[in-house]
């Protein structure tokens, strides 16, 4: 099953918002005029100028609809990210090829199924916020933009698909694209929910907001907070913070921070966190015969491979 000559939804953030409407007129609209333009809800003729307007500061939230029935758009928002909506039959290599050429550092896609929120009607696909789509069927990061996961290695986290691209480039699938929207949804949700802003997921919004105190021994030479695990399991909203704490370089103004090292004096314990730390580069300690011993330095991860991507 192919869904030709859909309508794709894409929100590029990161850089000059001006590149990105730029680039989404070049590539999609080249040589065309909007019908319609709205600078903050109120609709106007649209102009020579539109490209220009559409980015202008202050104008609240402005959109370019190039259809009389709006399902081909772009739009800008405050928060610096420029989304569109153009025809774009599915195919990986073409979209791979398409962000290689866009300007960003973090991309999210729409769904290509209208049917999921009628499919399962409590279900509220997460999202990069910052009025990034809600998680469809895929996302990407390029260069810096990686930063924005608590690590690289976070890509090996879920049952998704990754292909990398030119430029530093890394497209996140979350389902088979041709997948009927049932089997989709159902594919796609394991990994939306572990790219998501929440507990479990590996992204880090901005501005970071941290949700428990990171308790420890400091270490000022080594710039290490040293966590040592007695009676409880480490909750990954946890490991989520500890990781935006080294992320960000300080635990507190006098508290330059580069390294989080859990130690767990069970083995049995330490070996059962040691996936999710190595995951988020954070440090994995435990006491064998009386000796601290680091784990994550030899740890070798599987990475999950979805039936579907096999």
Known sequence: MRHENTHWGLALDGGDPRDAVDWFAARFWSGVSPEQLVVGYQPQRPKADWKQRICASGKGVVAAYFTADRS?????????????????????????????????????FDTLHEQWSSLDRKYRPPSFSRNHFPHGWGCAFKAE???????????????????????????VQFHALAAPAKI??????????????????????????????????????????????????????????????????????????????????????????????????????????GIEQRLDLTYSHQRPVPEWAA
């Open 72 to 108: 081909q758009s772009l739009i800008a928002y405050p928060s610096g990210v420029v989304a569109g909506r153009f025809p774009f039959a599915p195919d990986l290599d073409a979209a791979l090829h398409c962000l290689e050429t866009a300007p960003f550092a973090v991309a999210s």
């Open 184 to 289: 989709a949804l159902a594919q796609a949700k394991p990994g939306h929910r572990a790219m998501g802003i929440n507990d479990e997921g590996g992204f880090l919004q901005q501005p970071y907001v941290f949700s428990v105190p990171l308790a420890g021994l400091y270490a000022a030479d080594e710039q290490m907070l040293r966590v040592v695990v007695l009676g409880r399991e480490p909750p990954a909203v946890e490991l989520r913070d500890a990781r935006a704490a080294v992320k960000q370089g300080a635990l507190a103004a006098d508290k330059p921070l580069k390294r989080v090292a859990y130690v767990f004096p069970d083995p049995a314990q330490a070996q059962r966190h040691l996936p999710a730390l190595w995951l988020r580069e954070l440090e994995c300690w435990t006491v064998i015969d």
């Open 145 to 171: 933009g990686h930063d924005r996961l608590v690590s690289r290695r976070w890509l090996d986290a879920a049952p998704w698909q990754v292909t990398h691209g030119a430029g530093d480039l890394s497209l």
